[in-house]
């Protein structure tokens, strides 16, 4: 991986952006690099996924270069690079496992769609957010999808019609984030957050990712009604979902937590 850097250690998928002279803007090949890095995930025996940036700021959106040079793409190559970029946040929210992240410095344009696919987002106080595309002439068309699957629509519209500057407050109450504080409780929240993960089932956790996911295909309350049912009862009859229950009424760790 040339634009990213993925590590695995103490159970933590880390992918980092790793453009930081560019402000991790990304373009064609760190996208294919993450998605990638999204579809071997499956292999991974990691508990959880850590989205990360190097140097200041997280992400600067799409490079410049390669906007640039969409301005002599065919309909047909946009419709590709446009269809590469889907693709990406597609992996992202089939992913089997929990994504947190922490952001810093700038969150703009298509990189709000890479933190809405994100379970836990931490952001710096001073993090500054932009759906900027229609500063630009341009739509946030292929990050919509995904970025209202996480953020309260009033305020999604309203920041996406403006391609506004928005704080990190606002991406709290919007949410878009899950957290906002100096560097030191950005951390500190995020080492909570690790411990919970890691205190949980580890197939409960990956299972209640599959079943969110599927829930949100749902349409109809009969079929939701009976995803949700089945997988409960599935679940309180599994190995792991008897032990944890065995474990929590003879007040002692579940076997996972035990296991060396």
């Known amino acids: 991986m040339e634009f990213i850097k993925v590590e695995e250690q103490q159970q933590v998928l880390q992918i980092q952006l790793n453009r930081p002279d560019k402000k991790n803007a990304f373009h064609p090949q760190m996208i294919e690099e993450l998605t990638s890095a999204f579809q071997s995930v499956k292999n991974s025996a990691a508990r959880y996924i850590h989205l990360c940036a190097a140097g200041e700021s997280f992400c600067a959106g799409a490079d410049l270069h390669w906007m640039q040079s969409m301005k002599d793409y065919s309909f047909e190559e946009n419709k590709k690079d446009s269809l590469l970029l889907f ?27 890479l933190i809405a696919m994100c379970d836990i987002v931490a952001a710096e106080h001073s993090t500054q957010f932009a759906f900027s595309e229609v500063r630009l002439g341009l739509i946030p068309a292929v990050i919509s999808p995904f970025v209202l699957s996480k953020m309260h629509k009033p305020a999604a519209r309203s920041l996406m019609v403006t391609g506004r500057v928005f704080s990190s407050e606002e991406a709290y109450k ?86 060396k």
């Open 87 to 113: 693709k990406m946040f597609e992996t992202m929210s089939q992913c089997p496992l929990p994504i947190t992240a922490k952001v810093k410095g700038h969150v703009m344009g298509g990189a709000n769609g």
């Open 174 to 259: 919007g949410g878009l984030i899950e957290f906002k504080g100096d560097e030191v409780e950005v951390d500190e929240f995020l080492a909570s957050v690790h411990k919970s993960i890691l205190t949980a089932g580890p197939e409960a956790v990956r299972e209640t990712i599959h079943l969110l996911g599927e829930v949100e295909n749902c349409f109809e309350w009969e079929q939701v009604r009976d995803l949700t049912t089945t997988a409960i009862a599935k679940k309180r009859i599994s190995e792991e979902g008897q032990e944890g229950l065995t474990a929590f009424f003879a007040k002692r760790k579940p076997a996972w937590l035990v296991k």
